[in-house]
């Protein structure tokens, strides 16, 4: 049953007294308590996502998420939908093979720098005229040498980690450990599966939600064939009906850390469920909806169940969500006062040329900004980086770039010219040496987009990180809006 304390009350003649929070936009922060009554008679909804972290998950993470699973197993249910998409991902290279795999991968990228130090110390003896110079020949091979014996113990690290994490017996499912687990403890809390009649009604549903931005889902018919995109809005079907029969608060837990599912954090506010979301399922079935990441749920069960859960299992899930925490508080915090500053420079540079169709605003501003943020970013321990032609500021591993959008609000999807020189920038697959305190290849874009005017001032501010998928084409997989 949804909370009785969040409905409107009578007044005894049929008129409903509301309050503060009665009111379709109006939310609650959720309290330990909240999450403590979730545990004991909520509907707790795993989606694809929390059980294949099982697979990839280093052998602490996955034994304490375990150790919560089997604490909150009397309240788990799991969407059919859900079970579906995880035999499909299961079997994937990245999923069962993930440790091995990154092991792989990081090894390569050693060798490779390795490579790539060594030929530009050959370049430099030739370049410099030392070829023949036995002496200096002698003295750059052995620092050679001491760099090739350290990367090569660091290799030895990385592969023992990795057949340290690596699950043994997943080729079998008699013998896949997680499998071994799950089966017992979801056994009759599996959601009954669509009809053929009624699942490719919902695919048609979703794709008209998407098509009005409707959540959740709609993100994924960006790069994503209709049957599979659907995915999200069949997950949510079955959860709403499904609450709808049992009567009971849901609690969805998920990494999927998109916009179609939550209203991102801000540098005030903490993420939460789309409104959208909220009201759907209060209307349709009655009930509240709560949303917890897996590392928020490892955390909150820990404390509710004085759990010994190893602080690394949380950090190592939040390591792979973007809701805890895109971007820290602090970057946050001197991107808003960066943007703010830099207004209002660019509003004296307005205000002096007295010019109002072709003021000089736009471009004072761009310029101002990328001053401001360089002077805090270095005040604070960072760096300056080039891409192209244009220095940006950068600190742990976060690259700022700035741009001055039209439009207020976040979007999926941005490409220019200039996004293409930070693609090549922070591209890990670039062969360059950078000596300096960031290293390029693990440089994380953040995206600043920004719109601003001398007549309305400021109208928004988001800061996004993601991927590139094309030359200067970035598409964004988490925001934060902090105006």
């Not at 608060?249 to 850390?257: A, H």
């Not at 032609?389 to 439009?407: M, Q």
Request: negative net charge; contains cysteine.
């Amino acid at each position: 049953m949804g909370n009785v304390d969040d409905m409107p009350v009578s007044d005894g003649e049929g008129v409903e007294r509301r309050g503060i929070f009665d009111c379709d936009d109006a939310y609650k922060t959720p309290t330990g308590t909240d999450f403590k009554r979730l545990f004991q008679s909520g509907m707790i909804v795993l989606d694809t996502n929390v059980l294949i972290n099982l697979y990839r998950s280093n052998g602490g993470t996955r034994r304490d998420t375990f150790a919560v699973l089997r604490k909150l197993k009397s309240q788990i249910w799991v969407p059919h939908q859900v079970l579906s998409e995880f035999w499909r991902n299961r079997d994937l290279p990245s999923v069962k093979g993930h440790h091995r795999a990154k092991a792989r991968t990081v090894c390569g990228a050693i060798d490779k720098a390795y490579r790539s130090l060594s030929d530009a110390t050959d370049r430099w003896l030739a370049d410099v005229h030392l070829e023949a110079d036995d002496a200096a020949r002698k003295r750059i091979g052995d620092y050679g040498e001491g760099i090739r014996n350290l990367l090569d113990g660091m290799k030895q690290f990385i592969e023992e980690q990795a057949e340290n994490d690596a699950l043994d017996g997943t080729d079998s499912t008699h013998t896949d450990p997680v499998l071994l687990q799950l089966e017992p403890m979801l056994f009759g809390r599996i959601g009954e599966p669509l009809t053929p009649q009624g699942h490719a009604e919902a695919v048609e549903e979703a794709k008209r939600r998407a098509q009005e931005g409707i959540p959740p889902g709609y993100a994924d018919y960006e790069e994503k064939p209709d049957e599979q995109a659907a995915g999200d809005y069949i997950i949510w079907k079955q959860v709403i009906e499904e609450a709808k029969r049992i009567g009971r608060d849901v609690l969805l837990v998920t990494g999927d850390i998109k916009e179609d599912w939550w209203t991102p954090r801000t540098a005030q506010t903490a993420a939460r469920p789309r409104a959208e979301l909220r009201n759907e399922l209060r209307s349709m079935a009655g009930v509240e909806l709560f949303m917890l990441t897996p590392s928020q749920l490892l955390a909150e069960a820990s404390s509710a169940f004085k759990l010994q859960v190893d602080e690394r299992s949380v950090s190592d899930l939040a390591s792979r969500e973007g809701v805890a925490e895109i971007i820290p508080a602090d970057i946050c915090r001197v991107i808003l006062e960066s943007i703010e500053a830099s207004h209002e420079r660019a509003m004296a540079v307005h205000e002096v040329s007295g010019l109002k169709e072709r003021s000089p605003y736009n471009v004072a501003i761009s310029a101002a900004l990328r001053e401001e943020l360089s002077d805090r970013v270095c005040a604070m321990g960072g760096t300056i980086v080039r891409a192209g032609v244009i220095e940006y500021p950068a600190i742990r591993n976060f690259v700022l770039v700035p741009h001055k959008s039209p439009v207020a609000g976040p979007s999926a999807r941005l490409t220019s010219q200039r996004l293409r020189a930070v693609q090549e920038l922070a591209d890990p697959s670039q062969e360059t040496l950078d000596f300096g305190d960031e290293s390029s290849g693990n440089l994380v874009p953040v995206v600043i987009r920004y719109t601003a005017s001398p007549n309305s001032g400021i109208e928004s501010v988001v800061a996004g990180t993601g991927r590139f998928t094309g030359a200067g084409q970035f598409d964004f997989q988490s925001n934060v809006r902090l105006l």
